[in-house]
T-cell receptor
Framework: AQKITQTQPGMFVQEKEAVTLDCTYD???????LFWYKQPSSGEMIFLIY??????QNATEGRYSLNFQKARKSANLVISASQLGDSAMYFC??????????????FGEGTQLTVNP | ETGVTQSPTHLIKTRGQQVTLRCSSQ?????VSWYQQALGQGPQFIFQ???????GRGNFPPRFSGLQFPNYSSELNVNALELDDSALYLC?????????????FGPGTRLTVL
């Protein structure tokens, strides 16, 4: 069964510095997608970045980049130039694309990021 | 473009009651997924609807049921509520069911069962 592991329950970073949030995954499928979401205390899940299993280049979206190492089954999120507004819970998720089974997202337990001024 | 909306925002029920949560998918999206997020945990997949048919279900009992309407909006129904059903219920919509189909989440419905 697919599984996502986030080993950092909490992380702290100084404003304007970069931070890496770890994510490892386990799947036997060849086709899958990896997602990172941000969840502020309000509860809404905000999409940050996506990496497809066949994408050869690491995904980037503004200050967010995904360090995808397929052989190691890791998909770490890098946030550059942290801002106070980045303080939130961050979830790594994986989606397998089998139409017949429904392409559910499997989430990790999350990492609570705190940005200090 | 209208995003994913959910109603109600908050809900308080008592054990044994029934509840219906609603979700309007983003314009152009034909797939809706429902997730349950207990406090301090990651969301857990409940089920997904694709073109009005259930298309995958997580490890949830039959008292969790759903519908998708022709306009692709969706309902989540929970019968015989239990205390452990207290959670944030998230709805997500996407343009399809493939791995690369990005999912957009609504703001959630926070259900409290007393």
């Amino acid at each position: 069964a697919q599984k996502i592991t986030q080993t950092q329950p909490g992380m702290f970073v100084q404003e304007k510095e970069a931070v890496t949030l770890d994510c490892t995954y386990d799947t036997s499928d060849q086709s899958y997608g990896l997602f990172w979401y941000k969840q502020p205390s309000s509860g809404e899940m905000i999409f940050l970045i996506y990496q497809g299993s066949y994408d050869e280049q690491n995904a980037t979206e503004g200050r967010y980049s995904l360090n995808f190492q397929k052989a190691r089954k890791s998909a770490n999120l890098v946030i550059s130039a942290s801002q106070l507004g980045d303080s939130a819970m961050y979830f790594c998720a994986m989606r397998e694309g089998h139409v017949n089974r429904g392409s559910r997202l499997t989430f990790g337990e999350g990492t609570q990021l705190t940005v200090n001024p | 473009e209208t995003g994913v909306t959910q109603s109600p925002t908050h809900l308080i029920k008592t054990r044994g009651q029934q509840v219906t949560l609603r979700c309007s998918s983003q314009s152009g999206h034909n797939t809706v997924s429902w997730y349950q997020q207990a406090l301090g945990q990651g969301p857990q997949f409940i089920f997904q609807y694709y073109r009005e048919e259930e298309n995958g279900r997580g490890n949830f009992p039959p008292r969790f049921s759903g519908l998708q309407f022709p306009n692709y909006s969706s309902e989540l129904n929970v019968n015989a509520l239990e205390l452990d059903d207290s959670a944030l219920y998230l709805c997500a919509s996407s343009t399809g069911t493939r791995a690369y189909n990005e999912q957009f989440f609504g703001p959630g419905t926070r259900l409290t069962v007393l």
